[in-house]
T-cell receptor, first 114, second 115 residues
Framework: KAGVTQTPRYLIKTRGQQVTLSCSPI?????VSWYQQTPGQGLQFLFE???????NKGNFPGRFSGRQFSNSRSEMNVSTLELGDSALYLC?????????????FGPGTRLTVT | AQTVTQSQPEMSVQEAETVTLSCTYD???????LFWYKQPPSRQMILVIR??????QNATENRFSVNFQKAAKSFSLKISDSQLGDTAMYFC????????????FGQGTRLTINP
């Protein structure tokens, strides 16, 4: 079974621009979660989607948004990029049902904001 | 709010030695899962081992085992017969059993296995 895939793997954007990152979960997984990883703040939860609905959201400004499609693929969008948004963005998928809490991570998208 | 603390930012051991990574967490919940993830340099995060809070028996996966002390809110990872490929950042993580899947991570322990 193919693992979690994320595209693109690397991005360089300018302050003020917006960016969209994509995540394809493991086949059969209905939950997709997004995390931001930085050297200073570590791994922080952004949001989780299950069956096209956002189930939980972390403490990030409204510039960070996401969505999930009927095939469970997910995208996250960051608008009006700031220098502090430079990070590794990780997507993780899981079955999403009761007692299915193991999350499997993709390779990440490294975003650099200049 | 739940918190996870890894008190050892870095550790270094010789190949074939046994090493224990520490993790403590804080929660008022009684039902949750705990995980150890491994992130090798410039590589993907990998699930190493998981523990359900309602299970008293400590989880084991080959050379990896945990010491889960629920009352003390402690969840340490023991790596036996360490190998060069074990060199990585190790993250302890916690998730409540409440529907939404929000992993709370510790700050990580950078483990280096020396030849």
């Amino acid at each position: 079974k193919a693992g979690v895939t994320q595209t693109p793997r690397y991005l360089i954007k300018t302050r003020g621009q917006q960016v969209t990152l994509s995540c394809s979960p493991i086949s059969g997984h209905r939950s997709v979660s997004w995390y931001q990883q930085t050297p200073g703040q570590g791994l922080q939860f952004l949001f989780e989607y299950f069956s096209e609905t956002q189930r939980n959201k972390g403490n990030f400004p409204g510039r960070f948004s996401g969505r999930q499609f009927s095939n469970s693929r997910s995208e996250m969008n960051v608008s009006t990029l700031e220098l502090g948004d430079s990070a590794l963005y990780l997507c993780a998928s899981s079955l999403g049902g009761a007692h299915s809490y193991e999350q499997y991570f993709g390779p990440g998208t490294r975003l650099t904001v200049t | 709010a739940q918190t996870v603390t890894q008190s050892q930012p870095e550790m270094s051991v010789q190949e074939a030695e046994t090493v224990t990574l520490s993790c403590t967490y804080d929660t008022s919940e009684s039902n949750y899962y705990l995980f150890w993830y491994k992130q090798p340099p410039s590589r993907q995060m990998i699930l190493v081992i998981r523990q359900e809070a309602y299970k008293q028996q400590n989880a084991t996966e080959n050379r990896f085992s945990v010491n889960f002390q629920k009352a003390a809110k402690s969840f340490s990872l023991k790596i036996s017969d360490s190998q060069l490929g074990d060199t990585a950042m190790y993250f302890c993580a916690f998730v409540e059993i409440q529907g939404a899947q929000k992993l709370v991570f510790g700050q990580g322990t950078r483990l280096t296995i020396n030849p």
